[in-house]
């Protein structure tokens, strides 16, 4: 093994119901979707109309200034609605099949060189699939990455198990590395936790860089491991893909067919049986929470629905639709409550890093080190108070293992000074690096819309 890189600086959160591992029967999924708001910066151009027909892996929309980069339909069936918002803007495709088994579609594939490879997924969709930092895009075609990173576990809470997800797909896995492994001059990037069992599926692969990594959230997260192996400077760029992603590329490689499986983890402290489900990418939730037996929430009204995990990810509708890079549904009771006294009860259940709350005096709740199992936590919704201004608590150091100053950069995004923002190293983060950050800030500030924001300022003048 590797040497193993050790992230110090963290916090696992000790929300239960964590899913089983086992994959429930697959409900009888009809709509799915393909959303533009998954996809940063995207300028999308409408190809298809209600009511028109299409097979898996035709084209339903694609980049307006770049036509190249389609978006696919996960599924064969109908185009039964083109959901827009504000200003017209595009919302979603769904796609209504018109039969309960679905299928994959085949394609002449070319995976020999570069070009072949680019060629294959820009056809099939799977392109899109590739993401780029700095800013989070979909990959650009014409850009050879200085590293490719691929991040084989997951520490995010209530994170899905990809020993667990990837059970039988460990030879689609190593054959969509190789095959990903072409796309770079530079290395490919393999990270994944001691001991776990689906770094075996890539032992002796020499085109693979394969690193270990320990200790809390955000372990897992790609930024933090490039960070530590190999870190963005101005200029450079590199890619970011999924390990399902990848065994989806390594499925079409195989056999010749697209079909864009994905499992996903159903989870959160309100699930009574946490597990997995095989959906197709971008597949409506609404089947799968009517299977889903909740528990009862005493003190607010109905529940959360949140694609990812509740650090990160996107609250969607109880017929919403996963998202395009989400492995996770996580269940939250839904916090629109005051509680008594606020916060000068004793908060025995509330997790309180800070110690605003007697529960924060015990060390498992602090280190975050600690694997802290906590039944009695309760994990809602409610902010316990309004927005405050912005309170320096010097907090932040001790849950971002980046090398950089997180206040400093969060102060210098709010201000838009581009030069400091470059400065304190804005192009090696993205929102989900600062999620912690969010969570345990007392002044409640939505720090991951800032950094974003800050992002898509920097982008847009670099165009």
Sequence with gaps: MSDVIKIKKGLDLPLTGAAASTIGAAPSIRRYAVKPTDFVGLMPKLLVQEGDLVNAGSPLFCEKKDARICFTSPVSGKVTAIVRGEKRALLAVVVETQEDAVSGSHFDCEFSDAEGIKKTLLQTGLWTAIRQRPFGTVASPDVCPKAIFVSAFDSAPLAPD??????????????????????????????????????????????????????????????????????????????????????????????????????????????????????????????????TELGENKEGNGFRYISGNVLSGTKIEKDGFIGAYDSLLTILAEGDHYDFMGWLAPGFKKFSFSRTFLSGFGAKCRCAQSKCSSSSRKFDTNLHGGVRPFIFTGAFEQVMPMDIYPLQLIKACIVGDIELMENLGIYEVEPEDFALCEFIDVSKTEIQTIVRQALEQLRKEAM
């Design 162 to 291: 990809y020993d667990f997800v990837m059970q039988g797909r460990e030879k689609e896995f190593a054959k969509g590395l190789e095959i990903i492994s072409l796309l770079t001059k530079g290395k490919l990037h393999v990270s994944f936790r001691p001991g776990q069992k689906l770094a075996e599926a890539v032992k002796g692969m020499s085109c693979v860089a394969t690193h270990f990594f320990d200790g809390p959230h955000p372990a897992g997260l790609v930024g933090t491991q490039i960070a530590a192996i190999d870190p963005i400077n101005k200029g450079d760029v590199v890619w970011t893909i999924n390990p399902q992603d990848i065994a989806v590329i390594g499925h079409l490689a195989l056999t010749g067919e697209y079909r864009p499986e994905r499992v996903i983890a159903v989870a959160g402290p309100q699930v009574k049986n946490p597990q997995y489900y095989r959906v197709f990418a971008g597949a409506c939730i609404e089947q799968i929470i009517d299977k």
